[in-house]
DNA sequence: ATAATGACTGAAT
DNA sequence: AATTCAGCCATTA
């Protein structure tokens, strides 16, 4: 794997529990404001059993961003809503409620 | 090294 | 406000 995707999944990490981050927020974190796409091939790519919070990564629109059929998107927004992250009725996120802006990780 | 793909985003319609 | 088009990046063939 590059150095770019270890970074991505560091950053990801980094995300506080029961909050979310769109990819071009990672990718901006990391220095590379439009590498938004490869935030997300870095995830595509992350292994199973990785100690990665992935389902905290949505996209812009607050949405589940995955167009995969199965046990993905399901499976992300069942992870976030288990971290008490809501969804409303267009199965959107409320950004300013979750969104994560790279700072304060977890404390107030 | 070139071309094609995709868990993205912003601007235009 | 929702949908469509074009641009960008990293990875894979």
Do not use: K
């Not at 560091?10 to 909050?19: F, S």
């Not at 590498?35 to 990785?50: F, I, N």
């Not at 949505?58 to 969804?87: D, H, K, T, Y």
């Amino acid at each position: 794997m590059s150095t770019f995707t270890n970074r991505v999944y560091a950053m990801v990490c980094r995300v506080p529990h029961g909050r979310v981050v769109s990819y071009g927020g990672i990718a901006a974190l990391l220095g590379h404001p439009r590498a938004a796409r490869g935030v997300g091939q870095a995830l595509h790519a992350l292994p199973d059993g990785a100690d990665v919070p992935w389902w905290r990564v949505v996209n812009r629109n607050g949405e589940i961003s995955i167009r995969g059929a199965m046990p993905g998107p399901q499976l992300q927004r069942a992870l976030l809503e288990g971290e008490g992250v809501e969804f409303g009725g267009n199965g959107r996120i409320d950004w300013r409620r979750f969104g994560w802006d790279g700072q304060w990780e977890g404390r107030a």
